[in-house]
């Protein structure tokens, strides 16, 4: 059945039930309160819904809010929510339930991004429907829905270049199209914007600047991004934007400390990259690590800290009682207090022809913008651990196999148990142990791979574009040799791990002993995977960041 609606000219709350009798009482309660300011919309199936939004969306018509039923026919309040997402993003979404599908709402939180769900009746709306309603709408109306032009990226297919300006923006969450320069279309900007395919990438912004091979910085400005601090001195200094500083974000910015996030790259760290984190506390279908990343962010920014990308920092010095960070470009800023977490980053694979194809079909994590162009190809990733498993089963909804190579004779030491089940049930994934990579061929993009067997020696050559590794784990700490104690593999030290007999280290100043996540300059923390025997999960670095703000309270307290 077609939707009815209102006339037009207003925002749309859109309602779908197919019991006509409840769409129909819906619509009504909707248009006695918002009728006045607000389109209303009902449709009776999730289809005639789906073709609704879409006429709005060509229309430029905007729809603040969804109410769906959650037992529908051919296609349930939560499937439909989905799809919906897609043609409205901005949109908040309603299910509307009965007492016996409250589980099913609470898991439509997770997958759909659920901002509500009602019990059904919701009688006296003035009690139960209503105050819903203008709090979903109030949020609705503080978020600018004026549609984002998107920036173009004209690049070759195999450039490494073109492939890490892409990556960038897709892990800022920038909108990009992207145009091969072998194809009419890109041909076609590269002659509008007066340039040959010589030097690319090409950036073309929204305001129609064209860049010419920028390098991050210059894209970062370009597009928007922060990357001058706002002020010269903070109450806290955040390196690193991984899950440990992002939590760090919140946690100091909603307590009212004046905090500043610096990332040299994108927020997310290694998590940001995981394409799903199933064990996630509070996520009981998964997360994928840049909708955490997105949601930590925004929780970030709106409790008023900042976050500067493209900032590299190289330096750290303790002032009398401020903290100075230094960055590459000579500029610097400084707060009371600093938490280092910085991370770390996959090792490099050091077998010949690697190097040269690194962006080029070799990838070292998951790079978020070739998921489509692996489908129908025979893919290879080496690791064993969690973040391996996790982009073998993301890879393998689309490409022809996937072949996960791990040098040790089996999974069970490095990977989680629902993880080496998963890929055991899932037919286009094969295991193969005791097997690593020797070399790497192709010409201007991989071809083939030597792999060879740990056991026999035997060499076996492979045809394939894609090479994605997760081995290792090394902590970004270089530019602090000689600043704060580390351990002979670069991992910071921290608290009890300071002492020695239980007495702090010899230049060590307060009467106090190191709090429990304090390097050897008071006043500094470490949060996540670069301290010393953490855990390396994603919860364990939230928590740690949480946890560092609250010594780095106790700290200015007794400074």
């Known amino acids: 059945m077609a939707a009815q609606s209102e006339s037009s000219g207003r925002t749309v709350i859109l309602t779908v039930d197919d019991d006509p009798g409840v769409s129909r009482a819906v619509a009504r309660d909707l248009r006695r309160r918002y009728g006045g300011t607000h389109r209303i919309v009902r449709a009776e199936s999730g289809v005639s819904a789906l073709d609704t939004l879409r006429e709005l969306k060509l229309r430029g018509d905007q729809v603040a809010v969804i109410l769906a039923d959650y037992r529908m026919p051919m296609m349930n309040g939560i499937e439909f929510l989905e799809q919906a997402m897609d043609i409205h993003p901005g949109a908040r979404r309603v299910l509307l339930t009965a007492y016996a599908d409250t589980s099913a709402a609470i898991d439509a939180i997770n ?99 064209p860049l010419v091979e920028p390098d991050d910085r210059e894209l970062a400005t370009r597009v928007g991004l922060a990357t001058t601090p706002a002020d010269d001195f903070y109450d806290l200094v955040v390196i690193g934007g991984g899950p440990a500083g992002l939590a760090a974000a919140v946690y100091g910015a909603s307590e009212g400390l004046r905090t500043v996030l610096v990332e040299r790259s994108a927020t997310g760290g290694q998590a940001g990259q995981s394409s799903r984190i199933e064990n996630y506390l509070g996520f009981p279908d998964g997360v994928s690590g840049a909708q955490l990343t997105d949601r930590a962010r925004r929780q970030a920014t709106k409790f008023g800290a900042e976050i500067l990308t493209t900032r590299e920092v190289t330096g750290l010095e303790a002032d009398g009682a401020a903290r100075t960070v230094r960055f590459s470009d000579g500029s610097a800023i400084a707060a009371h207090s600093v938490l280092l977490a910085t991370g770390v980053s996959y090792r490099q694979l050091n077998a010949p022809g690697l190097a040269e194809l690194t962006g080029r079909g070799v990838f070292y994590g998951s790079a978020l913008t070739e998921t489509s162009a692996i489908s129908g190809h025979d893919v290879y990733i080496v690791g064993g651990a969690n973040s391996a498993g996790q982009a073998a089963m993301h890879l393998s909804k689309t490409a022809k196999s996937v072949s996960l190579l791990v040098r040790g004779p089996s999974l069970a030491a490095s990977m989680s148990h629902y993880l080496i089940q998963q890929i055991e049930q899932t037919s286009n994934i094969t295991v193969r142990t005791g097997t690593v990579v020797e070399s790497a061929h192709g010409t201007d993009h991989l071809e083939q791979l030597t792999l060879r067997d740990t056991v026999t020696g035997r060499d076996e050559l492979v045809d394939t574009h894609w090479l994605f590794v997760f081995i290792g784990a090394a902590p970004h700490t270089d530019w602090l040799d000689g600043t704060v104690a580390r351990d002979d593999r670069g991992y910071i030290l921290t608290g009890p791990d300071l002492t020695v007999d239980g007495q702090p280290l010899r230049d060590w100043e307060p009467t106090r002993p190191p709090y429990h996540l304090e390097t050897s300059i008071p006043g500094v923390f470490v949060a996540g995977d670069v301290r010393a025997e953490s855990a390396k999960r994603v919860a364990s670095a939230a928590g740690e960041g949480a946890m560092a703000v609250m010594l780095v309270h106790r700290y200015l307290e007794q400074s």
Not at 143 to 170: I, M, N, Y
């Open 111 to 209: 997958l759909v991004d659920l901002d509500h769900y009602l019990l059904k009746p919701w009688d006296p709306p003035e009690e139960k429907l209503y105050p819903v309603l203008d709090d979903l709408l109030a949020a609705w109306r503080a978020t600018d829905h004026r549609p984002a032009p998107s920036v173009k990226v004209v690049g070759h297919r195999w450039s490494a270049r073109s492939s890490q300006v892409r990556e960038f923006l897709a892990r800022n969450h920038v909108p990009y199209r992207w145009y091969s320069a072998d194809e009419p279309e890109g041909r076609r900007l590269l002659v509008a914007a007066g340039h040959d395919a010589e030097r690319l990438p090409l950036v073309i912004t929204p305001d129609g600047t």
